[in-house]
C-alpha cells in the first residue's frame, strides 16, 4: 500500500469555504475512492490543508484520478484560493498501522524528519525496537518514509485526545525511558541515525474526514 500526502498552502481566510468545496466534490470523488483522512493545521504552518489518499500501488492511483476527472467529478473548484500544492507518496513502515476510519483524535501530531542520504535502515531498526514500548502509552496512526516528492523524509504521525494529553503521553514515555528511540539505540547498542531537520505541526480533521 502506499499513501498521497497533498499539502496545499491556501489563502487567509480561505479554509472554510475551502473545505466546504471540497466535502461537497467529495461526496461524487469517493465512489472512485476514499480518503484517508484531510486535516488542517492548527498549529505550525497556518492555512494549511493535508490530504491523505490511499492506493495499492502507483498505477492504481493514476487510474482512480483519471476516470475522476475524466468524470468531471474531481478536483474540487477551489484553485483560486491555493498558493502552493505538493504532493509526496510515502511508504509504511512494517510496524505502521493501516491507517482506517475513527475517532482517535480530534488532535494529530504530525512529525516531519529529514534523514541523512543511506540512514533509513538504521532508522527502521531503531524504530522497530523502540515502537512496542512507546505504544503502551498511546497509538500511533502512522509511521512512513517518501518515496515521491521530497526525498529522505519520514513522518510519523500521533492521535490525542487533547493537546495536554499530548504532553503527558510525552512526559510518561520519557520517564519510562521508552522514548524517543534514541534512547533505545544507546540502550540496545544499535547505530545512531543522523537526523538533518526536524519539524511538526498539529492538524485536525475537517468534519467530512473519515479519521476524526
Request: hydrophobic share 40%.
Amino acid at each position: 500500500m502506499i499513501y498521497e500526502v497533498r499539502t496545499y498552502d491556501l489563502k487567509p481566510h480561505s479554509l472554510p469555504e475551502v473545505e466546504k468545496r471540497f466535502g461537497e466534490a467529495y461526496e461524487k470523488r469517493k465512489k472512485y475512492s476514499e480518503l484517508a483522512a484531510f486535516w488542517h493545521t492548527e498549529i505550525g504552518p497556518l492555512n494549511q490543508i493535508i490530504h491523505v489518499w490511499p492506493y495499492k500501488d502507483l498505477e492504481e492511483r493514476s487510474r482512480i484520478r483519471a476516470a475522476a476527472v475524466k468524470d468531471g467529478v474531481w478536483p474540487p473548484k477551489t484553485s483560486e484560493f491555493m498558493l502552493s500544492q505538493r504532493s509526496d507518496i510515502m511508504i509504511p513502515f512494517a510496524i505502521s498501522p493501516e491507517i482506517k476510519p475513527g475517532k482517535v483524535g480530534p488532535y494529530f501530531e504530525m512529525r516531519t524528519y529529514t534523514y541523512a542520504s543511506g540512514e533509513l535502515p538504521k532508522i527502521v531498526k531503531a524504530w522497530e525496537k523502540a515502537i512496542p514500548a512507546r505504544l503502551q502509552f498511546g497509538p500511533v496512526t502512522a509511521i512512513w518514509y517518501s518515496e515521491l516528492g521530497g526525498l529522505n523524509k519520514f513522518v510519523h504521525i500521533w492521535p490525542y485526545p487533547t493537546l495536554d494529553a499530548r504532553v503527558e503521553t510525552r512526559k510518561k514515555a520519557q520517564a519510562a525511558g521508552a522514548w524517543p528511540p534514541s534512547v533505545v539505540v544507546k540502550k540496545e547498542g544499535l547505530e545512531e541515525y543522523r537526523l538533518l531537520a526536524q519539524e511538526n505541526k498539529i492538524v485536525m480533521p475537517s468534519a467530512f474526514s473519515p479519521l476524526q
